[in-house]
């Protein structure tokens, strides 16, 4: 199959390549619940040396910088108290972790998650972790320009290979909130 976007030799449908996926991203598609079906969300395999972004689009597609999100651990904390969220944002944009996270988590502190605790909350590969397959006690905070895209690629649990997902599938997750200005330039 053709990708939607980008320069990549073959796409598979996601319920179709379930072995290829990290446990949580493979039991979320496999349980997918929402208006896109579970056969849109689509995955390529990509080189883990192109994982990050910059060189990632000189390989794939200069293209996707416009299409392509990235979903970051941020760690709110008030009163002694500390939870985890994800944040998904185009990936020329960085997240308002001060501003609107801070506020939508209702923090008096919110930050990056230590890489280890990323990784070891969502059973993920550092620069790999996707929204799909959070654990669903999290929110999911998508900034609305994500959810405007017909296809967004995203990362698929691990270094090795991605997913496409359509844009508005982002506002379908668990605990998903679609906010303005969640990316900002």
Request: glycine share 10%; charged share 20%.
């Amino acid at each position: 199959m053709r990708a939607p976007i980008g320069d990549f030799d073959h796409a598979t449908p996601a319920p179709d390549c379930l072995d290829e996926l990290v446990g949580p991203v493979a039991d979320a598609v496999r349980h997918w619940r929402g208006s896109v079906p579970a056969d849109q969300i689509l995955y390529v395999e990509t080189d883990p040396e192109w994982a990050d972004t910059s060189v990632f689009v000189q390989h794939y597609g200069q293209e996707l910088l416009d299409q392509s999100a990235n979903c970051v651990v941020v760690a709110g904390k008030r009163g002694g108290e500390s939870s985890l969220a994800a944040c998904v944002v185009l990936s020329a944009a960085r997240v308002d972790v001060n501003g609107v996270v801070r506020r939508q988590l209702g923090a008096r502190k919110a930050s990056f998650a230590p890489m280890d605790t990323a990784t070891g909350e969502t059973g993920m590969e550092y620069g790999g972790i996707t929204p799909v397959g959070l654990p669903q006690a999290w929110p999911v905070l998508v900034d609305a320009a994500v959810v405007d895209l017909p296809y967004v690629l995203v990362g698929s649990g691990r270094r090795r290979g991605k997913l496409l997902v359509p844009g508005k599938a982002f506002a379908e997750l668990p605990n998903a909130v679609v906010l303005e200005g969640l990316g900002i330039a």
